[in-house]
């Protein structure tokens, strides 16, 4: 099993920024890419931004050039540096680790694991 908890949402002015960060334990060697969703109430998750062992990153379209996502393996941690924050960024946001296919590619133990893991979520709320 992997458990992820989510820190540091809060309420912030627009224009202002936030650090979240998601912490991760249990088999975290199974861990292929961690991955920051967000949601609204009534509405589907979005994509916010993820970052592969490979070290690409990707990002949604609403949040390019303002959230940084970044990982420290070490620690089992990841972030999401958000800056010039909107009201629209508005919502729960999620950590999701994405478990690896391949036991070739990690301890066997790994494929008995579930495709992905989700923490609980922190809320963040934008104020114009």
């Known amino acids: 099993q992997i458990h992820l908890v989510e820190s540091g949402g809060g309420l912030v002015q627009a224009g202002g920024s936030l650090r979240l960060s998601c912490s991760a334990s249990g088999d975290t060697i199974c861990i292929a890419a961690m991955v920051w969703y967000r949601q609204v109430p009534g509405q589907d998750r979005e994509l916010v931004a993820a970052e592969p062992n490979d070290g690409g990153t990707f990002y949604g379209n609403a949040v390019k050039g303002r959230f940084t996502i970044s990982r420290d393996n070490d620690k089992n941690q990841a972030y999401l540096e958000m800056k010039d924050l909107q009201p629209e960024d508005t919502a729960v946001y999620y950590c999701?680790?994405?478990?690896?296919?391949?036991?070739?590619?990690?301890?066997?133990?790994?494929?008995?694991?579930?495709?992905?893991?989700w923490g609980q979520g922190t809320q963040v709320t934008v104020s114009s």
């Open positions: 999701k680790a994405d478990v690896i296919a391949s036991p070739a590619l990690a301890p066997a133990e790994c494929e008995m694991l579930e495709r992905d893991y």
